[in-house]
Nanobody
Framework: EAQLEESGGGLVQPGGSLRLSCVASGFAFTLYDMSWVRQAPGKGLEWVSAINALDGKTTYADSVKGRFTISRDNAKNTLYLQLNSLKTEDTAMYHC?????????????????WGRGTQVTVSS
């Protein structure tokens, strides 16, 4: 029943921007802390950012701090990630997920709480 669907990825030049969206359904989105995580080719999962349900507090990985902004629109059951000043190192599949913290086992999440992902490719 739970479902997360990401969109907004694409090909962008270094220094460019993208805005990712994640539409949630089938669960009480407004009550869940949410995260963006990413996985680059040949690399493990990297937690990127989280936003709390209760107070809207945001946190970021050091690698993206100052460049990415996480937000949510509870009326639309939608999570966003604004990616600015993109670097080639940001190339990855970006997933939204129920937040498990920076060190959580996101691979263990039920499918409905782990989106299919949207590909971000930063290349000249």
């Amino acid at each position: 029943e739970a479902q997360l669907e990401e969109s907004g990825g694409g090909l962008v030049q270094p220094g460019g921007s993208l805005r990712l969206s994640c539409v949630a359904s089938g669960f009480a989105f407004t009550l869940y802390d949410m995260s963006w995580v990413r996985q680059a080719p040949g690399k493990g999962l990297e937690w990127v950012s989280a936003i709390n349900a209760l107070d809207g507090k945001t946190t970021y990985a050091d690698s993206v701090k100052g460049r990415f902004t996480i937000s949510r629109d509870n009326a639309k059951n939608t999570l966003y990630l604004q990616l600015n000043s993109l670097k080639t190192e940001d190339t990855a599949m970006y997933h939204c997920a129920k937040d498990l913290g920076q060190s959580g086992d996101y691979y263990a999440l039920p499918r409905g709480y782990w989106g299919r992902g949207t590909q971000v490719t930063v290349s000249s």
